[in-house]
């Protein structure tokens, strides 16, 4: 098996890369720090499990979640985060994941996840499995921001951890005055007036 763990965080990559030597030998580990760098080693090597962090520095974990099922397709993702799994968790499965783990996890969570994933199964945790058991039975008491588009999702995301416009502008490889469209839209559709506004409901739904 070869897994490639794309996360900024050194102690993280270190503690899951033991992890994985560990209990699926003979096996190798790469890492990555960035999307950048990961994406250089998606052109040298091919990758059965690709372990993927959706909040880089730079180009977006989310973004690169997309250019995966093309550069790598034959690789399963799991997304492994410390985002909150019942937001990020379904999103990440729509864009092509095979599995969410939260950070937190504890290890027989991280090997069942990857044993799953590795058996060609998806993976979701407990809490996210519990919301749309919840989210079935109440039927379309949906919260307002989960209609937004995976773009306007992102963009909104950044705003409610404090990014001004041209930061996301340079994140995710756009104009600001195409963010200030996708700011526009998303204040049009949470029936929100400021940008301040959107900070607050980010916070309050803790999409940071």
Not at 123 to 139: E, P, Y
Not at 148 to 173: C, D, H, N, Q, Y
Request: aromatic share 6%; proline share 5%.
């Amino acid at each position: 098996m070869r897994f490639l763990i794309i996360d900024d965080h050194p102690m993280v990559r270190t503690s899951l890369k033991r992890v994985l030597l560990r209990n699926f030998p003979p096996c190798t580990v790469e890492e990555a720090e960035d999307t950048e760098s990961a994406g250089a080693m998606l052109d040298q090597e091919q990758w059965d499990v690709i372990v993927l962090d959706i909040d880089l520095p730079g180009r977006s974990g989310t973004d690169f979640l997309r250019d995966l099922a093309i550069r790598a397709p034959k690789a399963r993702v799991i997304v492994f985060s410390g985002c909150n799994e019942v937001e990020y968790g379904l999103r990440a499965m729509k864009a092509g994941a095979a599995g969410f783990l939260h950070k937190t996890s504890a290890e027989p969570e991280l090997l069942l996840a990857f044993q799953r994933v590795i058996d060609g199964k998806k993976h979701i945790g407990q809490d996210l499995t519990a919301s749309l058991a919840d989210a079935a039975g109440r039927h379309g008491n949906r919260p307002p921001h989960l209609p937004l588009s995976e773009r306007e999702f992102e963009v909104l995301r950044l705003f409610g951890v404090g990014s001004p416009t041209k930061e996301i502008a340079g994140r995710l490889g756009l104009s600001v005055k195409t963010v200030s469209t996708y700011r526009a839209r998303i204040l049009q559709k949470l029936e929100l007036k400021t940008t301040g506004d959107l900070v607050r409901y980010a916070v309050t739904n803790k999409l940071g």
